[in-house]
Each structure stands twice: as C-alpha cells, then as structure tokens.
C-alpha cells in the first residue's frame, strides 16, 4: 500500500496463490512447526528452538513472536518492514497498532490476515499458526472493498454463502447485522449507491458476519471526513461493546487510537518495531478529546512515535 | 432566496426533460431530413434512379419482400446463424480466457498460437473455410464463432488475471478458496471485461455473417444483398443494407437494456458520481 514499487513484486500471497495453495483448515494442532512459506523464492526457515505451544502465553488469542517481514525489491535488495514483533494481544482487547506511515502496522497486519507470510518468527491464533486467510479473522480494508457487483445484503452475506449456509439464514443474518451498523432499510443497494461512511459500515457487518474470533481493521476510516470518522468511530465502540469482539485496529492518527483502544502499540518507524504498549484504563470512557487525560496520553504517544504534539 | 432556489430546481428540472425529449425529437428529424433529401436527389434526374433508389421504391420494394415472405426469411436465417456462431464463439473464448489466466503453464503453452491466430483478420479465412466446409451453413457458423472468440477471449482472459487484489483478499478472508473462487469473485470481478469484450464481438459476427453469407447461401441479408447485385435490383440491395443497419443497432440496443436491467452497478460508479446515470460510458469502452 505504503510503498507499491515495493510490493507489486513480491509474491507472498497473491489473490491467486493461496487460493490454490492447500490451505488447512484449523486442525495442525501439535503439528511440527514448519516453515510457513518461501518468501521470494527463497525458503525462510522459521526461528526454532525450544519454542512449542503455549509457551508465550496459554491464555492469549493472538501470539506473536519475534515475527519479521522482509520485502524484496526487483533488485532483490531486502527490505524488512517488520522486525522482532513479540506480542500477545487477549480474547475482547480493542488494539490500535499506532505508527508512523511506512512503519509495517500493515503489514503487521496482513501478516495476522494471512495475506502475507512471515519472513521469520511464529505467529498464532488459539495456538494455530496462521498460515492463510480464513473467515475466523474479518478485514476491514482502508479502500472500499465491497464487491460492486453484489447487492449490500449479498456482500454482507458473502461469508456465509461460502459457508454453505442457507439463503434464509443468510437472509436473516444480514438483516440482523444490518441493524447492528445502524443501517437497517439498505440491503437491496448496491454499493455504488452508498455513501463512504456506509460502505465502511457495511464492510464491518461484512467482516463481522462469519463471527470471526478477532477484527482486523487497517485504518478503515482514513478516506472519510472528519465528521463521519468520528461518528463511525462513536459506532464502532458501540458494536465492540455488544459483540466483545477482538479488534486489532492500524492507524497513524494519535487521537483515533486514544479514543478507541483499550490498548495502543506505538511501532517504531521503519523497520517496525514496538516502542510502546500501553494500556489504557478502562473506566476512561468516553474519552472526551478535550479532558486533561486525553491530552496527557496524546502527549506520550507523540512522543513515543516521534512528532511531539503535532499530527 | 428560497424562492429563486425552487425555480432554479424547477427549471433545471424541466429543461432537462425538455432536452432529453428533445434530444429524439432532433434524432427523428435528421433522419427525416436525410430520408427526404435523398427522396429529392434520386427523383432530380441528376442521378440515374436505377442506381439510387429513392427511399419510398426502398420502403416499397421491402414492404413486398416482406408479403411474401422472403425478407423474413432471409432475417431469420441470418439471426440463426449469427446467434449460433456468436454462442459458440463467446462460449469458447469466455472457457480457454479463465483457463488461461488461471493456469499460468497453459498460458505459457497456448499463448503464442493464440496472438499468432488473432493477428490473421478473420475475413481471410473465408475462402479457407469455404474450402474446407463448403458452403453451407458449418463454414458460416465457423467463421462467426472465430471472429467471436478473439474479442472475448482476450478481454476474458485480461479480466480473469487482474482481478483486484483488494476484492481477492477480502473474498479469500471470508472463506472463498478454490471453485468458489472462481465463480464467486473472479468471474464477476472479470464481468466489466467480459461485457466490454462480448459487446465488440457483436461487431465481428455480423462483419462475419455478411462476408461468409456473400459467399453463397440459400437465404440470408448477406445473400440478399449479393443476389440483388447480380438482378440489378439496386433497391433489393439497399433493404438488405438498412436491415443489416438496423439489426446491428438493435441488437447494441437490447444489450445496454440487458445490462441496466441485470446489471444495473456495471458502469454506474462512474456515472454515479457525475450526477447522471447514463450508460454512455459503456459506449467508449472504459474498461
């Protein structure tokens, strides 16, 4: 995204690759761990060692450990774009991955996706290595991603149609979660119909639909206006607050994370690294973007990223 | 204010509908005038009435091909033909562009012998397939669907490869692997291609009717025309050009219906945002 000259080329996971790949379904358990896949032509080994299951942390949802992601260019320089990723993120935490553009929080993130391979280290759902992408983790992707040819309903329901789930129980399905976004009477637009504000509800609804086990969100609100991101952002609390999902939210906007996270990861620029975790308390909310806290935690993550007060 | 506001809405609301009416209304003239100044030269005696008939010996002479039933037949028969070739054509080409744009090897086979086959005009093989399959209705069916493949293969084959990567990776989050794929995301997100494609094949089948129906046929627009050419009958050959003028326009016409009507987001994201839901973009090929 960041840097397209960069990953035109590479062939991580391209739309046409994993879906032939042999993608296993979420049954490796105590399978050894292997490499997950070549990266540029070139196998990778995974970091071994006396690392097996659990041993990060049993509770966790999702365990990261010295994951790294190396890009490489046409010239067949490489370029890491994450580096020495440790991290453990609970079942119900809303994450904002903070960082400034170009830090790798995307790739971090199409990593946890599986959309991209790790260059190195482990990287665990529920104890699985991920190895592809898979509907027990909804993306919310920062460009209208709604597939213009189906109707909203039918986009919500798309998950569920590949499910093998019933017409009725899509049916009924999208109507609930239509609701859910706060768009109730739209299920038979298409999505050039919409508005930006609406095409990035729905994509959540979308996401949400085959109750995925974690949410992943790269910076779904960044096209929008102020007004409407801030609005989006009121509703997005609202729909972690009844569903309890797991978010894992990237942004560069300091203000978006303090006002969403119950825990920021502030990455380093470039290659990206964690130079803050911080976990913001829960008996601040609502975060007015006026109160002493607020700016008091405005400051440190400035800091922490780099830009000392100034977005 | 306000005021001005409403009649400044009303106007522009009115004169909108005033110009879309008018806009057939001038359509119906031009043709009008075209017809009666060509009624005026042919009937001058500048110009020997034999080679340009007038429109009203057209009008007339097609009204009697019509009574006895000829024109139809020579109608039906090339409809008959055209759909044929067009269905095999498309059919062939819409397979072998998915097969080759999702499997890289059979591209890699394939693809010279396909640029070297696209890059010979269809037309010259007319008197090939003339040879091979004579002249009846095989070579004809032959030649459609060969002039048919080439815009849909390639067209298919561009879409099928470049599917979005965004629409991929969401579809692939979601679950979508394998045939499902296919069918559930690449082949619609290859749709605007595949329309754009088809839509020029219309073109090349009846290019491909009339040259394989000038050859020789029992009945048909083509055969009409060439027959005409041969009995003198100038006004015989100009019913057979305004049918095939009129088919061709029909057939674009029905198409950009069943697209609005089936189709209805194909092309409307751009015309959505200038304010105008008009299918005219389809017309210059956007894709």
Same mark, same amino acid.
């Given at each position: 995204?960041?840097?397209?000259?960069l990953?035109?080329?590479?062939?991580d996971f391209p739309?046409?690759?994993?879906e032939?790949?042999?993608?296993?379904?979420r049954d490796?358990?105590g399978q050894?761990?292997?490499?997950i896949?070549?990266?540029g032509?070139?196998?990778? /080994?995974a970091?071994?060692g006396?690392?097996?299951?659990g041993?990060? %942390?049993?509770?966790?949802?999702i365990?990261c450990? /010295?994951?790294?992601?190396?890009?490489h260019?046409?010239l067949?320089?490489?370029?890491a774009?994450?580096? %020495?990723?440790?991290?453990?993120i609970?079942?119900?935490e809303?994450?904002c991955?903070?960082g400034?553009s170009?830090?790798g929080?995307t790739t971090?993130?199409?990593m946890?996706?599986g959309?991209?391979?790790?260059?190195?280290?482990?990287?665990?759902l529920?104890?699985? %290595?991920?190895?592809?992408?898979?509907?027990?983790r909804?993306?919310v992707?920062? %460009?209208?991603?709604?597939?213009?040819w189906?109707?909203? /309903?039918?986009?919500?329901?798309y998950?569920?149609?590949?499910?093998?789930?019933?017409?009725?129980?899509?049916k009924?399905a999208?109507?609930?979660?239509?609701?859910?976004?706060?768009l109730?009477?739209i299920?038979?637009?298409?999505p050039?119909?919409l508005?930006g504000?609406?095409?990035?509800r729905?994509?959540i609804?979308?996401a949400?639909?085959t109750?995925p086990?974690v949410?992943l969100m790269?910076?779904p609100?960044a096209a929008?206006?102020?007004?409407?991101?801030e609005?989006?952002?009121?509703?997005l609390l609202?729909i972690?607050?009844r569903?309890?999902?797991?978010?894992?939210?990237v942004?560069h906007?300091?203000g978006e994370?303090?006002?969403?996270a119950?825990?920021?990861?502030v990455?380093?620029?470039?290659?990206g690294r964690?130079?803050?975790d911080?976990r913001?308390? /829960?008996?601040?909310?609502?975060?007015?973007r006026?109160?002493?806290e607020f700016n008091?935690?405005?400051?440190?993550?400035a800091k922490?990223?780099g830009v000392?007060?100034t977005e | 204010?306000?005021i001005?506001l409403?009649f400044?809405?009303?106007?522009?609301h009115?004169l909108?509908?005033l110009?879309?009416r008018?806009?057939?209304?001038?359509g119906a003239?031009?043709?009008?005038?075209?017809?009666?100044?060509w009624?005026? &030269?042919s009937?001058s005696?500048?110009?020997n009435?034999?080679?340009?008939?007038?429109?009203?010996?057209?009008?007339r002479?097609?009204v009697e091909?019509a009574a006895n039933?000829?024109l139809?037949q020579?109608?039906?028969?090339?409809l008959w !033909?055209?759909f044929?070739?067009f269905?095999?054509g498309?059919?062939?080409?819409?397979?072998?562009?998915v097969a080759?744009?999702?499997?890289?090897?059979?591209?890699? =086979?394939?693809n010279?012998?396909v640029q070297?086959f696209?890059?010979i005009?269809?037309?010259?093989f007319?008197?090939l397939?003339?040879?091979?399959?004579?002249?009846g209705e095989?070579?004809?069916v032959?030649?459609?669907?060969?002039?048919?493949f080439f815009?849909?293969w390639?067209?298919?084959?561009?879409?099928? !490869? #470049?599917? @979005?990567?965004l629409f991929s990776r969401?579809?692939?989050?979601?679950?979508a !692997?394998g045939?499902r794929?296919? &069918?559930?995301?690449?082949?619609?997100?290859?749709l605007?291609f595949i329309i754009?494609?088809?839509?020029i094949?219309?073109g090349?089948?009846?290019v491909?009717?009339v040259?394989?129906?000038l050859?020789?046929a029992?009945?048909?627009?083509?055969y009409?025309?060439?027959?005409?050419?041969q009995?003198?009958? &100038? #006004?015989?050959?100009f &019913?057979g050009?305004?049918? =095939?003028g =009129?088919?061709?326009?029909?057939? #674009?016409y029905?198409?950009?219906?069943?697209?609005?009507?089936f189709?209805?987001w194909?092309?409307?994201e751009n015309n959505h945002? @200038?304010?105008?839901r008009?299918?005219d973009?389809?017309?210059?090929?956007? #894709?």
């Amino acid at each position: 995204m960041k840097f397209p000259f960069l990953t035109a080329k590479t062939k991580d996971f391209p739309g046409s690759e994993f879906e032939r790949s042999n993608c296993p379904r979420r049954d490796n358990e105590g399978q050894a761990i292997v490499p997950i896949r070549s990266v540029g032509g070139k196998r990778i /080994e995974a970091a071994e060692g006396t690392l097996h299951r659990g041993s990060l %942390d049993a509770g966790a949802l999702i365990e990261c450990r /010295e994951l790294a992601h190396v890009y490489h260019t046409r010239l067949g320089e490489e370029i890491a774009a994450v580096r %020495d990723i440790t991290l453990s993120i609970d079942a119900g935490e809303f994450v904002c991955l903070l960082g400034p553009s170009g830090c790798g929080k995307t790739t971090l993130l199409n990593m946890v996706a599986g959309f991209l391979a790790p260059s190195a280290g482990k990287l665990r759902l529920n104890g699985d %290595d991920i190895r592809c992408p898979a509907p027990d983790r909804g993306v919310v992707f920062q %460009d209208y991603s709604l597939f213009p040819w189906l109707t909203v /309903e039918a986009n919500i329901a798309y998950g569920l149609l590949m499910a093998g789930v019933s017409a009725k129980r899509r049916k009924a399905a999208a109507t609930e979660l239509l609701e859910l976004v706060g768009l109730p009477h739209i299920g038979a637009q298409y999505p050039f119909e919409l508005s930006g504000g609406m095409k990035q509800r729905v994509a959540i609804a979308r996401a949400l639909a085959t109750d995925p086990a974690v949410l992943l969100m790269d910076e779904p609100f960044a096209a929008l206006d102020a007004m409407t991101r801030e609005s989006l952002q009121r509703q997005l609390l609202d729909i972690w607050a009844r569903t309890r999902k797991t978010v894992l939210f990237v942004t560069h906007n300091i203000g978006e994370a303090i006002f969403l996270a119950s825990r920021v990861i502030v990455l380093s620029a470039r290659p990206g690294r964690i130079v803050e975790d911080i976990r913001l308390p /829960e008996n601040f909310r609502p975060r007015k973007r006026t109160s002493p806290e607020f700016n008091r935690l405005y400051e440190r993550l400035a800091k922490a990223i780099g830009v000392e007060g100034t977005e | 204010m306000s005021i001005a506001l409403i009649f400044k809405g009303f106007f522009a609301h009115t004169l909108r509908e005033l110009l879309s009416r008018h806009a057939f209304r001038l359509g119906a003239l031009g043709l009008l005038s075209f017809a009666i100044l060509w009624e005026i &030269v042919s009937r001058s005696g500048w110009i020997n009435p034999v080679m340009l008939p007038a429109p009203s010996v057209i009008a007339r002479s097609s009204v009697e091909l019509a009574a006895n039933g000829e024109l139809q037949q020579h109608v039906l028969n090339s409809l008959w !033909r055209a759909f044929l070739g067009f269905a095999i054509g498309s059919i062939l080409g819409l397979l072998l562009g998915v097969a080759m744009a999702r499997l890289p090897r059979l591209h890699s =086979l394939l693809n010279p012998l396909v640029q070297i086959f696209r890059a010979i005009p269809s037309l010259a093989f007319v008197p090939l397939a003339i040879f091979w399959f004579g002249i009846g209705e095989t070579s004809k069916v032959i030649l459609i669907a060969f002039g048919v493949f080439f815009p849909v293969w390639v067209n298919t084959y561009l879409g099928a !490869r #470049d599917t @979005n990567p965004l629409f991929s990776r969401a579809a692939a989050s979601l679950g979508a !692997r394998g045939w499902r794929m296919l &069918v559930f995301l690449i082949l619609p997100a290859a749709l605007p291609f595949i329309i754009a494609g088809t839509r020029i094949a219309l073109g090349s089948a009846l290019v491909l009717l009339v040259a394989s129906e000038l050859t020789g046929a029992q009945f048909g627009v083509g055969y009409l025309i060439q027959m005409s050419q041969q009995v003198f009958r &100038v #006004d015989h050959m100009f &019913v057979g050009l305004i049918t =095939l003028g =009129l088919l061709g326009f029909l057939f #674009d016409y029905l198409f950009v219906c069943g697209l609005r009507k089936f189709l209805p987001w194909y092309g409307a994201e751009n015309n959505h945002a @200038n304010g105008t839901r008009r299918m005219d973009g389809l017309k210059s090929g956007q #894709d």
